[in-house]
């Protein structure tokens, strides 16, 4: 079973920066395809962004593209996402989560298609 493991989340000013990474504690995320989502209190867990587990396709929901960048270190066991000019509203709990498969989907933002999560980091954005 794949154990995730999130980390680098923390307070931040806005228009700051943060590097989210993600790992396991046993096995591989090599032959996954990794997922960020997050969920602030009382809304629903939104998909952020995905990236394959060879090819490095990457997607972002509209709603981060161009502050939020995906990527992997494969020899590392590593999942990045690097977060750029953070806004209040980017304040939630982040999560990442290994699909079942090594292809994003094109619906990617949707948890169904995650096998495995990890417990989350929490990214707070205030001055």
């Known amino acids: 079973q794949v154990q995730l493991v999130e980390s680098g989340g923390g307070l931040v000013q806005p228009g700051g920066s943060l590097r989210l990474s993600c790992t396991t504690s046993?096995?591989?995320?090599?032959?996954?395809?990794i997922g960020w989502f997050r969920q602030a209190p009382g809304k629903e867990r939104e998909g952020v962004s995905c990236?394959?587990?060879?090819?490095?396709?990457?997607y972002y929901a509209d709603s981060v593209k161009g502050r939020f960048t995906i990527s992997r270190d494969n020899a590392k066991n590593t999942v990045n996402l690097q977060i750029h000019g953070l806004k209040p509203e980017d304040t939630a709990v982040y999560f990442c989560?290994?699909?079942?498969?090594?292809?994003?989907?094109?619906?990617?933002?949707?948890?169904?298609?995650?096998?495995?999560w990890g417990k989350g980091t929490q990214v707070t954005v205030s001055s």
């Open positions: 046993g096995g591989t995320l090599n032959y996954f395809a």
């Open positions: 990236i394959s587990s060879t090819e490095n396709t990457t």
């Open positions: 989560a290994a699909d079942a498969g090594e292809f994003c989907s094109d619906d990617f933002y949707k948890p169904f298609w995650y096998e495995y």
